[in-house]
């Protein structure tokens, strides 16, 4: 890779980044494509946010995106938002149209097409959610959007987040055809009765992340049934307790890693307008 005197600059926001494999997916696809582009990751913590954004237009980036703890934040810097970022109230990619800033979100983006590409089929059918936080919500946004029957929301009233998930619920059933609806998670006969409508089960919660491997917030096996779809947003480690446990009933199951894959894909899409060569990156970066 070369860099050049035209050379477009995007980039990841967020504390601590220095973890991430985005610069390595789109620097990667800048390279195979033959785009003028770098990817770079930039620490930028909460207080710091509007002075980096501002340092970022005024340098003409071209785009980036955004993480903790800045997902939500930085809404209010924002001169438009998409759709799904409107919805959810976090914004994870962001364009830089000469000076104006549209802030979108493509984790919905990227779950609804790692789905996709497992071989599932869930537009028209009834999902089941644990937890309402970021990616949680991102998910549900985006699959109303595209066209999910009904989703159940499992999450904890004392959450953080609990007014923003009700708003959330208030404003898919009124700007979508799907029904969303809201329950306590402890509320078990629920919860069986949801998952037996449902085609897809989706841990949305950091329950049973790596190094907490030994924990699931479902242990009853009996919940569960073959044929049943179940993700968990969680990619390390890349089979959680509740997908083991899925697993040895029958159930279909896939991680988060390709959420990951495909949230970065519909970023570099939205910045060059060229599609990511995924295969490339997935053969390179996640199948391990």
Known sequence: MKISGN???TGLLGSPVAHS????MHNESFRVLGLDYVYLCFDVKENCLKTAVEGLKACGIRGFNVTMPNKNRIVSLMDHLSPAASLIGAVNTVINDGGVLTGCNTDGVGFMRSAHAAGYDIIGQEMTVLGNGGAATAVCAQAALDGVKRIHIFLRRE????DRTEKLAKRLNEETSCEV???EQGDVESLQSCILQSAILVNGTPVGMSPDV???LIEDSSL????LIVSDLIYEPKETKLLKLARSVGCHTF????MLLYQGAESFRLWTGHMMPVDRIRK?????
């Open 255 to 258: 991680n988060g890693m390709y």
């Open 159 to 162: 959450s953080t987040y609990y």
């Open 21 to 24: 494999i985005s610069p390595l």
């Open 224 to 227: 569960l049934r073959p044929g």
């Open 181 to 183: 609806l809201l329950y």
């Open 214 to 216: 030994d924990h699931s």
């Open 7 to 9: 050379t477009k600059l």
């Open 284 to 288: 390179m970066y996640f199948e391990v």
